[in-house]
Each structure stands twice: as C-alpha cells, then as structure tokens.
C-alpha cells in the first residue's frame, strides 16, 4: 500500500465518514452521485468533498459524479479493510466481550484470532467463538500466531504492563478502550484512542450549552 | 451553569482530557502542578495548557501553579459532571448490555434510570439493577420520569423512528452509538457520536501508514 504521507490527517479522519456514507449509497443501489448531493448529504461543502478525494487522484468525472461502488471500493483500500491483520483482545469484561461480539472486524481489516483475560474462572469461555484464554498464556500464543493488533479493553492501571509485554511480541498497534495514554509513552506505534466517558462528558456538557 | 459560547470548540474537546489527568494526579496525592509538568506529560505546550484554562478564568497562580484538586473541580463543574441529567439507554444488546454495566454514568453527569429494547424475551432482565423494559414502555415511561438524554445502542435503521418518538417526549441530547446522523437530522438536539468503526478503520490506516 502506498503511504499517502502528504494528505493531511484531518482528510483521512473524514475517510471512515465517507466510507461508511458511500456503504448505504451502495446498499440502497444508487449508482453514482454528484459531489453536491454527497455534500447534502454529508453536510459539507462540495468543494470540500471534490478537495477531499482529489487527494487521493480524484475519483470523480466532470458531469457525471462519482461511481458509488468504485470510490466505495478505492476508500476501503485506502483505510486497508482488506488486510486482514491479526487481532488480539485483552481484557473480556462487559466491554471487551461486547466489542468482541458487536463489531465487524473482518469489514474493518481485522482478524480477531485470540481473546484474553486474567480471570481464570473465565477461560474457556466462548466469545465470537473464540475461547477466553488466561493471559499467562498470551506470550505463546503472539510468539505462534504473530498477531500485529491488540485491543486493549482493561483498566489503565493494568496497561502498561501488559504493553510492555506485548511490543517486543511484534504488536505494533493498539485499539486503545482504556485510559492509558498509550501515544505519548511509546512513540512509534499506531494507536486508535476510545475514551467513552470522555465522549459522556462532552455530551453533559454540549447539553448545558445548547 | 454559565455559557462559555466563547470558547471554542477545540478547548472544550480537551477538557475531558484535562479532568482525566487531573483525577490521576488527585488520586496519586498530588496537591499542586505547574503548567510545565502537566505539559510534559500531556504532550501539550505548556503556553497551550496556560491558553487553554485562561478561557476559563485561569486558575493558576503565576510561581505556584495550579492546584490540583480545584481545578479538577472547576473543569468538572464546566463538563457538568454534577449535573445528574437522567438518561435512557435503548438497545440492550451485546453493546447496550456493557454500555449500561461498564461506563460510570453518575461520575460523569448522568443517572441511568430506564432500559428499552424491542426483544420480548429480555424484558425483566437486570442490566446495572434495572430492568430491561420493552420499548412499547418507552413512552409512558418518559411522560412519567422526563430523561433528558437517550443512549442509542441500536442498528441506523431503527434509529429515525426512535428519535421521532423521542424528541417530542422531552429527549434533548443523544449518546449516539448507532451510524444514524443525527445532527444531519435534528439540528439543535446535542449529540455526541461514539463511531466504533470508524475507529477502528483509523487504526487500520494508520498501521499502513507507521
């Protein structure tokens, strides 16, 4: 995959947006679309959107639009959900079993080959179909199997340890639900932050403010 | 609580950030920091960190630095974080289910008071100690309890139909779980979007990219 190094980040930030947009433009059968209906759509300007995809060699033909399926397609290579990257998830409480089962890993470029926990009373366990494993096992487990993700779903206090174990087994990056600031104490590696109860926060106070 | 229309958006977005970090620092006994070392370890500029809080009032004290319990209570005064808006979680699936169990609502200016879904068959249920309800409850339960704010953990498709029942029934504020745009939708209702998949396609992105 080529490294698109000179679009700038907030670009790519809207790629999921307009992957997910153009995933319902298909599924309920429109072919193509003008840069103004995505624009009505998506609530940004059409130069915006025309600017956007003209990053990546523009995908739009002058009076015809875009081909939903081929930009759907282009932008999905682009955020790599074809890679299929091997996955571990590390901590199977509600929240870790609850991304386990909800999310389309495969869709998003993932494999989630392995599930581990410190709770031995779970071990065994199915999640997704996949056995809990106890965490003693997860140093085997990466040195056979190679996973280069984890999803890290335990408390911050927990976390560093289990970092420090995990980057010399080859992860190099984090889907990050705890609170730990994974960025800022190891550079280098890709890390995807969920601070839910910073999102709860900023409703509380968005709903102050209306 | 005053409007603080004047400060914009990208320092309300790091206020979360700001509370996070001030509780750990409250939580390990630190009395008071300087704008130096929360920098350091925020990976902010020490100038950006003074900026940002003079928005509010600044609440340092030039040789002294900041005290630490104050601000953190100041900053959660701001988020609302004692505001207790009573809120509703629809959708008690798999993410609704960990949602309602993992998040600490009351910490963060809300109290759960009510759990819908459209299956039957888990009406009775205890999630956190309360009962799963069927949704035909909703709306007898919202002219009853007035929640302010809904947590929508339920497929796009479903979620038009909710909001056009809930919006009249006093709902002012969404914790949108779902892909449905709602602020497209129902401009002047706050909205806070969670999208996990867009996260994790990030993440994907940015793996290609190290």
């Known amino acids: 995959m080529s490294k698109n190094t000179a679009v700038s980040v907030s670009v790519i930030k809207r790629l999921p947006r307009y992957y997910r947009f153009l995933g319902e433009l298909k599924k309920s059968g429109t072919v193509r679309i003008s840069s103004g209906e995505l624009s009505r759509r998506m609530g940004l300007t059409a130069s915006q959107i025309r600017q956007d995809l003209n990053c990546f060699g523009g995908f739009g033909q002058q009076g015809y639009g875009y081909n939903v399926e081929q930009l759907y397609k282009e932008i999905g290579k682009i955020l790599g959900v074809n890679n299929n990257i091997k996955a571990i998830l590390i901590g199977a409480g509600n929240l870790g079993k609850a991304i386990a089962t909800h999310m389309s890993f495969e869709q998003r470029g993932f494999n989630l080959i392995g599930i581990f926990d410190k709770n031995e009373a779970l071990a065994g366990q199915l999640v997704r179909n996949i056995p809990i494993r106890h965490i003693s096992g997860m140093y085997n487990f990466c040195r056979d199997n190679s996973p280069a993700v984890a999803v890290l779903c335990i408390p911050s206090e ?19 639900f705890s609170h730990y600031d994974i960025a800022a104490n190891y550079p280098g590696v890709a890390v995807e932050n969920v601070h839910l109860s910073d999102s709860l926060m900023m409703l509380s106070y968005r709903i102050n403010n209306i």
């Open 158 to 176: 927990n976390a560093k340890e289990i970092i420090d174990e995990l980057i010399p087994l080859g992860i190099k990056g984090f889907w990050n």
